[in-house]
């Protein structure tokens, strides 16, 4: 079953950002998706195969940690 978190990620600012979150998750589950929003710096990730916790520490060993709290969505 594939769940939805939504994380903010006060460090994301540019492209390069959004490369390196998407190969840090995706190195971990490749059928992950990802939706970014830039502006709000937020990441909305579906994931059938990690959970909240392990994409937070995924996230933060990426040089992204998340703003607690990070939201089920």
């Known amino acids: 079953m594939t769940e939805h978190y939504q994380f903010h ?9 959004v490369a390196a979150i998407t190969e840090a998750v995706q190195a ?3 059928a992950a998706t990802l939706q970014f929003d830039r502006e709000q710096r ?3 990730i579906a ?8 994409l937070a520490e995924l996230l933060s060993e990426a040089g992204y940690p998340p703003a607690s709290p990070a939201s089920a969505a």
């Open 9 to 17: 990620l006060p460090d994301m600012s540019c492209g390069h950002c």
């Open 28 to 30: 971990a589950d490749a």
């Open 42 to 44: 937020r990441v909305q």
């Open 47 to 54: 994931s059938g195969a990690l959970d909240q916790q392990a």
